[in-house]
């Protein structure tokens, strides 16, 4: 009847161990609430994991040990070095593809108990609806996330790229194909073609969902895919009577759920507003009327001037965004930070929820550098220490610094939380050129009469202005 | 009888599992959001385990047997790659607190002045 419960040799020593392994998975998850404890959070979950794995391997009737060998290595081969050798920097993506192939995984078994169990004859209908549920999300998250990888990894354009406005049309008619491939077995068809309908259409729809979404609304669909994965290895539980699945997926589900709400709000978007698609072509027209407005009063600074402003600050606060992580730029960054404090300068860093390309990505990066985990501001504590603050330096950070958000009621982010770093005695911003961010919005920021902007890469600007420091 | 008694059990469960994951996860600042997505990330590659069961089946052919060797591939490069990735990160957190001063995680040790308001 239940296709897990036919080949387990004690049902109940199994469950005693699925048990112990996903009350591991709360402790762990509980310790990754403060830096301290997080190693050792990561490590129980870890070991629960370990248990898991283990208790399905001592409860199996039939061999097939070589088969499980050789995709435990592989897989071994293949995750060991990606994550020992990852850049920092490189992380959201490095997280996009270990959430693909979890998904992959999800369809793959989904696949093969339809295909072991005949369609699913002689199986209980909730069973078969489960597996075809996870058959879809775990489809869609996997091809969603490889687009997001190439995405991330600059392989496809971060641009979105869409069917305009047949966009929505497109992914309902994908979204409606796949539900009703998957009604017609669940309702007693066997047949395969059917099966593998319902897997390509929710890949074209994995595809079709991310690729319209724009490469700074990427850390809500990272976390999103994530919560589709957990949820999808949940429903994979439910059909194979497994506890340690059930508990594991929903945990993720439930933790993708709630960080993809957080990066929405810090986003003032609503999840459904981002999954139809990036920014229109509304937002860029206005970001282009709003630059004819400004255009001639940009103020540009040097190194050894922005060195000198830095150098008789009391008070700095650092605003780091993606342009940092792309410069490789957080040792530089950590380096000037040394050479202030050396000089009495009270430097701290504010960051943005959505600063980057995946949630935390910032505070990954600073750490890897060093940066003391105290320096670090989260944007509400950070807002109101910028009217004290005599000098704001922006590396590599743009819409989430424009005070059209604040100030502009018919600006497309009108109303997203930004860091106010306009409220302090002067800003510095540094970036490559005067072009747009991701959103095409015209930054006020960069008009302000406060501001100087220090026109280059963020790695080789900061190394300068240390550099001037030191003749100072 | 006894299906529906599974299906309410596993339901329960679930819902119950969900209500955990809300009540766990919402405690973590927002500075761990990247190890904890990666760390989550690791755990639903607990999927493994549906590969390692229905491989031990009787009846898979030939091409069955090459999807779950690919499921188990995919499930052990999301487990193993996940928390190794995780761990790496989550160092880069812990090795500065540790090197100050454990009582006082805010550890503004006569570094910056003293000054901080």
């Known amino acids: 009847m239940i296709l897990a419960t036919s080949f387990l040799q004690d049902q109940s020593f199994l469950d005693v161990l699925y048990i112990v392994a996903f009350g591991l998975f709360i402790q762990g998850l509980r310790g990754l609430s403060g830096p301290t404890t997080a190693v050792r959070g990561n490590r129980i979950a870890a070991v629960g994991m370990g248990i898991a794995v283990l208790a399905t391997l001592l409860n199996r009737f039939e061999g097939n040990w070589g088969l499980i060998v050789l995709g435990v290595v592989l897989g071994t081969a293949v995750g060991v070095p990606a994550a020992r050798q990852v850049k920092m920097t490189a992380m959201p993506q490095m997280v996009a593809l270990f959430n693909g192939v979890g998904g992959g995984a999800v369809f793959l078994i989904s696949w093969s108990e339809f295909r072991l169990t005949h369609g699913y004859s002689n199986t209980a209908t909730y069973i078969a609806i489960f597996s075809l549920f996870a058959a879809i999300v775990g489809s869609v998250s996997f091809w969603g996330s490889n687009i997001a990888f190439g995405k991330l990894q600059e ?90 699945l059930i508990v594991a997926g929903m945990i993720v589900g439930a933790s993708g759920t709630i960080l993809t709400n957080l990066m929405a709000t810090a986003m003032n978007r609503s999840i459904p507003a981002i999954v139809a698609g990036g920014f229109g072509g509304g937002g860029a027209v206005e970001g282009a009327s709003g630059a004819g407005e400004h255009a001639g009063t940009v103020r540009s600074t040097s190194a050894a001037d922005a060195a000198i402003q830095l150098a008789y600050a009391s008070r700095v606060v650092i605003v780091p965004g993606y342009g940092m992580a792309v410069a490789q730029a957080q040792h530089a960054v950590r380096e000037l930070t040394k050479e202030l404090e050396a000089r009495q300068v009270e430097v701290s860093y504010a960051i943005h929820p959505v600063a980057g390309r995946m949630p935390g990505h910032m505070n990954v990066l600073l750490a890897e550098a060093d940066v003391p985990y105290d320096q670090l501001k ?52 540094i970036k490559r050129s005067m072009n747009p961010g991701f959103a095409g919005i015209e930054n006020e920021l960069y008009f302000d009469p406060k501001t100087a902007m220090l026109f280059g890469d963020a790695k080789s600007a900061v190394s300068e202005i240390t550099a001037e420091l030191a003749h100072i | 009888m006894i299906l529906a008694s599974t299906l309410t059990t596993n339901l329960a469960i679930l819902v119950l599992a969900g209500f955990i994951g809300f009540v766990v996860i919402s405690k973590v600042p927002n500075t761990l959001h990247t190890p904890l997505m990666s760390g989550t990330n690791a755990i639903h590659g607990i999927v493994l385990l549906g590969g390692l069961l229905i491989v031990g089946a009787s009846g898979n052919g030939v091409f069955n047997k090459i999807i779950l060797v690919i499921a188990i591939a995919f499930g052990t490069i999301n487990v193993v790659g996940g928390f190794l990735v995780t761990d790496r990160m989550l160092e880069m957190f812990k090795s500065k607190p540790k090197a100050q001063d454990e009582n006082q995680p805010t550890g503004g040790s006569g570094k910056e002045g003293g000054g901080t308001p």
């Open chain 1, 155 to 244: 392989i496809i354009p971060g641009r979105p790229i869409s069917f305009g406005s047949a966009q929505q049309v497109v992914n309902l008619v994908l979204l409606i194909l796949a539900v009703a491939a998957g009604v017609d077995i669940a309702a007693g068809d066997h047949s395969q073609a059917i099966f593998i309908g319902l897997l390509v259409c929710s890949a074209l729809l994995g595809n079709a969902v991310v690729l319209p979404i724009g490469g700074a609304d990427m850390p809500v669909v990272i976390s999103l895919l994530n919560a589709f994965t957990g949820l999808s290895a949940a429903a994979t539980g439910i059909a194979l009577d497994n506890t340690a």
């Open chain 1, 378 to 429: 989260e944007m509400d504590d950070a807002n109101p220490e910028f009217q004290r603050t005599d000098v704001s330096l922006v590396i590599g950070a743009n819409d989430v610094t424009n005070p059209a958000a604040k100030n502009t009621p018919s600006s497309p982010i009108y109303g997203m939380p930004i860091l106010e770093v306009a409220d302090s005695r002067s800003v510095i911003v």
